[in-house]
């Protein structure tokens, strides 16, 4: 299959996953295909918005469209490690320890409140993130690909909670939120739900060899040198902004590339184009970005910083 003709594969498929998502999530269509931008990249997605906008249905109506094995973690301060990677128990039967597996050995995880839980709890998740793997008892045991966390967490009540540490927000490829629905799309919201939930009616449009086929054609979709050196130039611009404390490390550039290479070919091209990576400048740097002390008196949007700082970096022309 040409890299064209594999393109034109994709967007078909990513297509049918966003229209079973949106009979769920209504006038959301920007943040539901982040997502689906996030899981063809193979990476993660944290959602930062108040409570009942539709973070855990969206996480159940991509799973339902992927015909995935969905788990959710509600995330307490009371959750231990255990509870998320498994345990080993000992059999009596067999005279031997036997692994009992967490519900992080799933395609589609959902970390519900994250930042509820202690540092140590949410560290347990880094492994599995980063290598798709975790290590119990010192044995190691693979994760089922794909394998695609959703966290989530409400930016408004900070009582009982614990800020995600930077190495974790960095392990996300992105940082989205929904927000509330217009007037028009809430009204729908009520009318779809008159009788039943749509979720119940989301059926699979793809299988998960599919996405594994989809994640690895994104990689076919070329990117110009020079756009490459552009997105260098945007995370190197971040660290050394007189209002940042840290800018963003090198997987930052990774997944510019990555996010751009998929939005492009989700637009129907085999090539990224500058407005590619602007577009996805504030979803994948903004979270690895933290502010000077003196700054965060007069903190303003961090899109709003980002934009500044592609304002002031030249667009090569590709």
Known sequence: MSTVDSVEWTVERAQAITDQIETVIVGKREAVELVVVGLLCNGHVLIEDIPGVGKTMLARALAA?????????????????????????????????????????????????????????????????????????????????????????NPIEYRGTYPLPEAQLDRF??????????????????ERQVKQHPIHSVHPVVRKEEVLRM???????HIDPSLKKYMVDIVAATRKHPLLALGASPRASLGLMRTGQTRAALRGRDYVLPDDVKALATPVLGHRLILKPEARVREGDMASLVNGILDQVPVPAV
């Open 173 to 190: 490829l992105m940082r989205i939120s929904l927000g509330y629905p217009s007037p028009e799309d809430e009204v729908v919201v009520l």
């Open 65 to 153: 469209a992927l015909g995935a094995r969905y788990r959710r973690i509600q995330f307490t301060p009371d959750l231990l490690p255990a509870d998320i990677t498994g345990t080993s128990i000992f059999n009596q039967k067999t005279g031997e320890f036997a692994f009992r597996q967490g519900p992080i050995f799933a395609n589609v995880l959902l970390a519900d409140e994250i930042n509820r839980a202690t540092p140590k709890t949410q560290s347990s998740l880094l492994e599995g993130m980063e290598e798709f793997q975790v290590t119990v008892d010192g044995a190691t045991h693979e994760l089922e690909r794909p394998f695609f966390v959703i966290a989530t967490e």
């Open 215 to 221: 994640q690895e054609s994104i990689r076919d979709v």
